[in-house]
């Protein structure tokens, strides 16, 4: 059992930069393969970065290459998501999730096995 909760959002102009923490509780975190996701409003929850269990592979949706980079610190059971040069379409909350098949990249909801709550992201222009 793996448990999450998401911190760092907040209400920011286009152009500037958040970072978002997940902490996971429990002891096989650092086994896992974490992803963050998010979801607009009236939108479908949307892929947006993962890596897998030891950080080597990291992987990211186009609309974010460049400007987002996402890590993780096994020793503090935590991962991050910096989130550089934000704009208005970013808005939306930010979920992370963690797959047991920490070896692989998953982009598709139904491949993580546990999610948090939520952070709230608000970009204004």
């Known amino acids: 059992q793996v448990q999450l909760v998401e911190s760092g959002g907040g209400l920011v102009q286009a152009g500037d930069s958040l970072r978002l923490s997940c902490a996971a509780s429990?002891?096989?975190?650092?086994?896992?393969?974490m992803g963050w996701f998010r979801q607009a409003p009236g939108k479908e929850r949307e892929f947006v970065a993962a890596?897998?269990?030891?950080?080597?592979?990291?992987y990211y949706a186009d609309f974010v290459k460049g400007r987002f980079a996402i890590s993780r610190d096994n020793a503090k059971n935590t991962v991050y998501l910096q989130m550089n040069s934000l704009k208005p379409e970013d808005t939306a909350v930010y979920y992370c999730?963690?797959?047991?098949?920490?070896?692989?990249?998953?982009?598709?909801?139904?491949?993580?096995?546990?999610w948090g709550q939520g952070t709230q992201v608000t970009v204004s222009s």
């Open positions: 999730a963690a797959d047991s098949r920490g070896y692989r990249i998953g982009v598709e909801l139904k491949e993580y096995n546990y």
């Open positions: 429990g002891r096989t975190f650092s086994s896992y393969a």
């Open positions: 890596l897998t269990w030891d950080g080597s592979n990291t």
